[in-house]
């Protein structure tokens, strides 16, 4: 492939990577930003979208130009405590702002500055593009790869392509209103569609202040944000006062119970539910290559959404661990929470440019199977049921 149609694919990354885990506390804020200029002229809507779309590309030209030269890794910026302190600050802001059923806006002092009108659309893809840059989408882990053997201009490009990318789906919007332009402005549900959006702009904060705060706080915080969805789903489902009021909480608590069922152990699975990790070391490689092991290494960290969601489901499936098993795989985990430039060689050497990233290793040390962005539980297994059957 040349640049150019790594350029196409790049587009396509960055549309993709507005479905993952990591992208979705930004949705209320890009929701809202459409909102307020749906019923607007052609003008106003051009002007909201390069404003949009601006933002994005403030950050992935800023990222880019780091990668380049500063030889930063697709999330480098998060392994800052400080940086994700204040994101937590940002996102429970805003949380509580729109949980109020206030909706999301800028302060005022921001409509007093000139062209502030679209401070909203610039900021809403600012945030955007911040959040995306703990994780990886579908083919973005390539892309990345690839953009790493590039020229400094290459980079730059090929980052521009993912924000654009990521933007799109909501340019799209603002290009052609008659898609939600149906879609009612005001009401009691709207409210509580607003109030929803805000409970995850409150998990946002929760999960980032958790990578912060002592251990013991997770808990705290994700105990104290369950109570907080708790009383708004009782409140919610009593007050009403509508029907398409009690309707919105109503479906959030039946796709909570349906998540509940789906992740909780059910009798007579198999107690063995998680893998067997070690941290990755070089001494740790060379005793799985002298025992002619197979190796599965995860590199993760714990400000990367998508690397946990991984871990709750594709690592903790029977069909993997068994997999694993019958393989005598060894599973070693690189953690790059914090800085280390050890780690950080050995995602380079193994194919990777960002996080989650997976590698299986046959038993011989080679490369089998490179493992970028999300992936299936299926795809895993196979791999190392493939690993373990190489002589």
């Not at 302190?85 to 996102?91: F, H, K, S, Y």
């Not at 009108?117 to 790869?145: D, K, N, Q």
């Not at 009690?246 to 198999?270: C, D, E, K, Q, Y």
Request: contains cysteine; aromatic residues 10%.
């Amino acid at each position: 492939m040349n640049l150019w149609q790594y350029l196409l694919l790049a587009t396509a990354a960055g549309v993709l990577l507005n479905l993952t885990p990591c992208v979705l506390p930004a949705l209320p804020i890009k929701l809202r930003s459409i909102g307020r200029v749906v019923g607007d002229g052609p003008g106003k809507r051009l002007l909201a979208g390069a404003a949009l779309l601006a933002g994005t590309l403030t950050f992935f030209g800023g990222l880019a130009i780091a990668t380049a030269w500063l030889n930063w890794t697709w999330g480098t910026i998060f392994q800052s405590p400080g940086f994700r302190a204040a994101l937590a600050l940002v996102l429970g802001g805003l949380g509580v702002w729109s949980l109020a059923g206030r909706g999301l806006q800028p302060p005022q002092w921001a409509y007093r500055v000139q062209g502030a009108g679209y401070a909203e659309p610039y900021l809403a893809g600012l945030l955007a593009a911040v959040l995306s840059a703990p994780c990886t989408g579908p083919f973005l882990g390539g892309v990345l790869a690839f953009a790493l053997t590039q020229s400094p201009a290459a980079i730059v490009a090929i980052f521009l392509a993912v924000g654009l990318g990521l933007a799109l789906p909501y340019l799209v919007l603002l290009a052609r209103p008659g898609l939600i332009a149906t879609m009612p402005r005001g009401g009691a549900w709207l409210v509580r569609i607003h109030q929803f959006l805000g409970l995850i702009l409150l998990a946002g904060a929760a999960f980032f202040a958790a990578t912060v705060l002592p251990g013991h706080a997770a808990a705290f915080l994700w105990s104290g944000w369950a109570g907080i969805v708790t009383f708004w789903l009782l409140r919610a489902l009593i007050v009403g006062p509508d029907l398409g009021a009690r309707l919105v909480p109503g479906l959030v608590l039946a796709g909570t119970m349906v998540s509940a069922f789906a992740v909780w152990p059910h009798p007579g699975a198999n107690a063995d539910t998680t893998l067997a990790w070690q941290p990755l070391t070089e001494q740790s490689l060379q005793d799985a290559r002298a025992a002619n092991r197979p190796v599965l290494i995860e590199f993760t960290a714990d400000w990367c959404i998508n690397c946990k969601v991984l871990e709750q489901t594709v690592y903790r499936s029977a069909k993997v661990i068994e997999a694993a098993r019958l393989a005598r795989a060894a599973t070693l985990r690189a953690d790059l929470s914090q800085p280390d430039e050890r780690l950080q060689a050995y995602l380079r050497e193994f194919g990777g440019a960002g996080l989650p990233f997976a590698v299986v290793l046959d038993g011989q040390g080679r490369i089998h199977k490179r493992l970028p962005d999300l992936f299936t539980v299926d795809t895993l297994a196979a791999a190392l049921r493939a690993a373990g059957d190489k002589p």
